[in-house]
Structure formats: structure tokens, C-alpha cells
């Protein structure tokens, strides 16, 4: 089994930045990709972006260019860094990691950190 603890939410201004992190502990081995997901009150569970088995970094559309997805290995811990940010990128933040080579395949979820933008 595989933990994973996300954190670095909170409350940030229009055009502010924030760094999420997501531990991850236990069968750590096991892990091959890892990827963050949003859910914004009322609306589906949507891909932010991740990291495949091979290295290969994804983002979606929606925030390409303002974020970057970064994994340490050393300290099992995927980080979500965004900037410039809106009011629709208020939501729970998710991370997820997978055993197989697609994160949007995900065998293990965190239990998710709030990210508020504020005007």
C-alpha cells in the first residue's frame, strides 16, 4: 500500500503563487507515475497534470504554462507549482500515484489540500 499526504494549500491572491507537495510513504517502490488532479465545488475531478513512468511531463491545457509538475525521488514527493493564478483554480488539489505507466490510471489518492483564489 502506498500513502500519500498532500500539502501547501491555502489562501492566495489573484495572480499569486503556491508550491503543493504530496509525500508519498509506504510502498513507495512500487510507484511508477504520479499526477495532480483539481476538484472545484459542483464540478467533475479534472486532470492538472503528471509524470509518467518515463519521465514524461503532462499538463493540461487549462494550466499549461502556469504550472510545473517536479517529482524528488529521494524524498518520494511530487510538487504542483503554480503562478499567475485565477479564481477557477480555486479547488481541492489531489495527487495521485500509479503502479502502471499512466498517472491518470492512479491506484492510490491523497486526501487532498484546498487551494482559495481570492481577489
Known amino acids: 500500500q502506498v500513502q500519500l499526504q498532500e500539502s501547501g494549500g491555502g489562501l492566495v491572491q489573484v495572480g499569486g503563487s503556491l508550491r503543493l507537495s504530496c509525500a508519498a510513504s509506504?510502498?513507495?517502490?512500487?510507484?511508477?507515475?504520479m499526477g495532480w488532479f483539481r476538484e472545484a465545488l459542483g464540478k467533475q475531478r479534472e486532470l492538472v497534470g503528471g509524470?509518467?513512468?518515463?519521465?514524461?511531463?503532462v499538463y493540461a491545457d487549462s494550466v499549461k504554462g502556469r504550472v510545473t509538475i517536479s517529482r524528488d525521488n529521494a524524498k518520494n514527493t511530487l510538487y504542483l507549482l503554480m503562478s499567475s493564478l485565477k479564481h477557477e483554480d480555486t479547488a481541492v488539489y489531489y495527487c495521485?500515484?500509479?503502479?502502471?505507466?499512466?498517472?491518470?490510471?492512479?491506484?492510490?489518492w491523497g486526501q487532498g489540500t484546498q487551494v482559495t483564489v481570492s481577489s
Open positions: 495521485n500515484a500509479a503502479k502502471g505507466w499512466d498517472f491518470t490510471r492512479g491506484d492510490y
Open positions: 509524470i509518467t513512468a518515463n519521465g514524461n511531463i
Open positions: 509506504g510502498s513507495v517502490d512500487t510507484i511508477r507515475a
